[in-house]
């Protein structure tokens, strides 16, 4: 795919200059619990695949973040910590970028293309990371969706990586919102900038299930069917959305955890049904 991606670099909330900016860059700034954040985080090391530079990043402890349930897409929410803002790895010299499951998983290839096409070269990249904020995280995933176009990656992970980063743009639309903020229908992560990455991932694992085997990043096939059926619900595509829901409930498979949220998520395609009957 060409063109503009979905979330293509924009200026940050509040940029520009004067009081008024100043104003609206304090609106749209989320105070983080930095110490509180920092006990759930755990240094992890990097070797750069692209540029051979040896990093630390923050990721999450195994086991530490509670949960605390689970959107309709399977988006996870935890307690005191959006893990969204730590699932992507990036390189702070060359720029290359990744889901960080996937990060440095590339051939010879895709690290040629990378190093020709880097984003930055910053050899006094010596930052010590801590905690992130949203707007670090989401330049981050740019990055991320950047790189799986250069290196031509799979559809899968473009679609996963989209996916994600739609989860990011929700977090920080509602941490803002709690915060008292207001988000503008042209904000970095309204819900419509949410609703454009969607549409591009699911696009994108509609691909993949085609020429793509299962798990489709750790995805398995029934909980993909839900997935598809739910980000189609989310754009109004209710007939595919009924198909899909419709397969995963009829899959043997189908966990104890998943079949509620399959029921209910039919349940609500057949109301939307009706109403535009």
Request: hydrophobic fraction near 35%.
């Amino acid at each position: 795919m060409r063109g503009e991606l979905p979330g293509s670099p924009k200026p940050l909330p509040g940029s520009g200059s004067g009081s008024g900016a100043e104003a609206h860059a304090a609106k749209k700034t989320v105070t983080v619990d930095t110490a509180g954040e920092l006990q759930l985080l755990r240094d992890k090391e990097h070797t750069c695949p692209v540029c051979g530079y040896e990093f630390t990043t923050k990721i999450v402890r195994a086991g530490k973040a509670q949960s605390d349930g689970m959107d309709m897409d399977l988006r996870p929410r935890f307690k005191n910590i959006d893990v969204a803002k730590y699932r992507v790895t990036e390189c702070p010299v060359c720029g290359y970028a990744d889901m960080d499951s996937y990060f440095g998983k590339i051939r010879p290839k895709e690290a040629a293309l990378l190093k020709e096409k880097a984003t930055r070269w910053d050899k006094d990249a010596s930052k010590e990371e801590k905690s992130r904020r949203y707007e670090d995280a989401y330049t981050y995933y740019k990055s991320a969706m950047r790189c799986c176009l250069i290196r031509g990656a799979k559809s899968g992970l473009r679609g996963y990586t989209a996916l994600n980063t739609a989860w990011l743009l929700r977090g920080w639309r509602e941490s803002l919102i709690a915060a008292g903020a207001e988000v503008a229908d042209d904000d970095e992560m309204s819900e419509a900038a949410e609703h454009k990455l969607i549409k591009y991932a699911m696009r994108n694992l509609e691909a993949a299930a085609i020429g793509e085997s299962f798990p489709i990043c750790g995805i398995d096939e029934t909980a993909f069917d839900y997935l598809m059926a739910a980000l189609c619900y989310d754009q109004g595509i209710l007939d595919d959305a009924g198909k899909y829901v419709l397969r995963a409930l009829q899959n043997r498979s189908i966990s104890s955890v998943l079949r509620p949220k399959a029921e209910d998520l039919r349940d609500l395609i057949k109301e939307k049904r009706g109403r535009y009957s």
